[in-house]
Each structure stands twice: as C-alpha cells, then as structure tokens.
C-alpha cells in the first residue's frame, strides 16, 4: 500500500499567488496613502517608506542568516508589513522608533513563527503595540492635518476625536458641548482629523475595501461583521444614553476601526477559514473594541481587538468547521 501524504492547507487551487495578493493589497492601500500624503506631507512618506525598506531588509537578514533559507522577500509580505505598520503610526515619529517598530514585527510578530503562514498574530499589530507600550508619549503625539506639509518631526500636533471624546467624558462634558470640539463628520469621512497615517481617510479606506472584494482577494464577512457590531453596539448605548455616549458614525469615521476592519482583520494568516468562523471573530473584534472605547482606559481598542481575536482564530478553525464531503448525516 502506498503511503498518501496531505500538504497542509489550503488546498485551493487557482491562478493567484502570494505575490499577486500582497501586491494586491499595497494597490488597495494607495488611496489612503495617497490622503494621508495630502493632509500629512512628507511625513507619511518618510515613515512609510522607512518602515517598508525596514521590513525587508530585516526578514531578508533574517532567513539569509538566521534561518539558513533562500530569502523570499519578493513575494511582497514584508512590505504589506511594513506599510500597515507605518499606517498605525503618528507622522512625526522618529525614524529609530519606526525602525524599531519594523524589527519587532518581522522578528518577534512573523519570523519567529517561522515566518510568512505560520505567525498566529498579526505582524504589523504586534510591532505597533510594542511601540504603544513603551513609548506612550511618542506613539500619541498626533500631527494636525494641513498644517506644514513639509514639517516633520516638528509638526504641530493636536489630539484624535477618539482622545477628546474620552476625555471630555471624563470631565463631565455632555455630548452637545463634545461635538464642538472635534471635526465634522463630513471631514472625519474624508480624513481631515489629527490620527495615524492609514486611520484618518474612511473614504479612502472604503475605496480599498471595493477593490479588495472586486479582486477577491478578501471576502466582506470579517469587515461587515466587525463595523455592524460597532455600529449596533455603539448604538444601543446611544439610544440608551445620548447625552453620554457619541452615535455610532462618530465610532466608525474615528481611529483606526476602518483601517483594522480592512486590511488587518483580514489577514489570511491569523483570521478564520470559513465564513461562521469569519463572523464570530468579526463579532468578536467588534464587542471587545466598543468594550475598551467606552469602558477603558485607553480611547482606542481595535489593535487589541484584533490580537486577541488572533489568539482564538486556531480554536475557531477547530471547532467551526464544514461537514466532511461524503460525511453521513444522522437521521433524527
């Protein structure tokens, strides 16, 4: 008898490649890039492409050195890293943060694991809360939009509607007095807001989001499922309580919620495989993002969301799961 060996999966077949996905996704990136560059300036530029050459020459160091390997850096992964990394990140941050941040994604977030289909966490995620951690000041000293497009590390900066809103909470304001305070709506869609280079355009960001799903490089079930439970969650508590808790277009225009929806929950790697297990971790991330938002300490949740969820992406797979093709059912 012959002895039948099974690749481990998947085990669709079809034109697409790594490469042509990851490609894919940096096409899909462009018009928020191409945002944040008009309201941010050359700072988006510098710490995109900072931390783009860092995630590739850092995983090429890596498998040439350390792993012994044929590096494969041409597949394109390292510098979806690279960008979405830069994406959660302040303008005017540092090169040797972003350089740092960059290492800690690619070494501690992907390599680690053996690199590219075996990191069970988010790479890009796993580098930015690094940063957050420890260092706090810099990770939320935000850039003003539109202010000196050729200013870098000494860009006027101001606070995120998701940081004023929870402040004036604190203080006791009341939602009419809030909303004098951060942008209008109409801005936030567009992105003119204090935030992060990739959080600030939800036009922009949709834009990629129709790309994607034409491309079929994603499916619409992790990203409908996290912005429709945000957007029931928040509204329940809004309904309940308008004079303290903002409506639920506030929470999806702000922070980096369309950013993470998109293109980090996404990830084939660290989400689920089928579209049940799709909509619970969506669920999931969603819950646990309002949750730190409204009862936190900090004012943004959803990279934690989108770890955490990461961490129960196996448990999912295990137990979510299609009948066997051929599989009987019992009657009864």
């Not at 409908?224 to 029931?232: F, K």
Request: aromatic share 12%; net charge neutral; hydrophobic share 50%.
């Amino acid at each position: 008898m012959g002895i039948l060996t099974i690749s481990p999966s998947p085990h669709d077949h079809n034109s697409e490649s790594v490469s042509k996905l990851m490609y894919g996704v940096i096409i899909a990136l462009l018009p928020a890039f191409l945002v944040s560059v008009y309201f941010f300036g050359i700072g988006t530029i510098i710490i995109t492409l900072t931390a783009m050459v860092s995630c590739v020459v850092f995983e090429w160091l890596i498998q040439r050195f350390l792993m012994k390997e044929k590096p494969a850096i041409s597949d394109g992964s390292a510098m979806v890293t690279g960008i979405l990394l830069a994406f959660c990140l302040p303008t005017n941050l540092p090169i040797w943060l972003v350089i740092l941040g960059s290492f800690v994604a690619i070494s501690v977030g992907k390599m680690s694991f053996g690199g590219l289909g075996n990191n069970p966490f988010n790479p890009a995620l796993v580098g930015r809360v690094f940063l957050f951690i420890s260092f706090p000041v810099q990770l939320t000293s935000w850039p003003e939009p539109g202010v000196n497009h050729f200013a870098y590390l000494d860009a006027s900066t101001g606070a995120t509607p998701l940081n004023i809103m929870k402040n004036s909470i604190k203080s006791g304001e009341t939602m009419s007095e809030i909303l004098l305070d951060i942008p209008f709506y109409q801005d936030m869609f567009i992105g003119r807001m204090g935030g992060s280079a990739g959080e600030i355009a939800a036009a922009a960001l949709l834009i990629g989001l129709i790309y994607l799903l034409i491309r079929k490089i994603i499916t619409w079930h992790i990203p409908v499922s996290i912005l429709l439970t945000v957007a029931v969650f928040t509204g329940i508590m809004w309904l309940s309580e308008p004079a303290l808790n903002p409506n639920p277009l506030f929470h999806l225009l702000s922070g980096g919620l369309m950013l993470g929806a998109v293109f980090m929950a996404t990830d084939y790697v660290t989400s689920p495989m089928i579209a049940k297990g799709m909509w619970i971790y969506g669920i999931g991330i969603g819950v646990i993002t309002v949750v730190i938002r409204v009862f936190g300490a900090y004012p943004e949740g959803v990279q934690f969301a989108i770890l955490i969820m990461n961490a129960f992406t196996p448990l999912i797979n295990k137990y979510i799961k299609p009948k066997r093709f051929g599989k009987e059912v019992a009657n009864g």
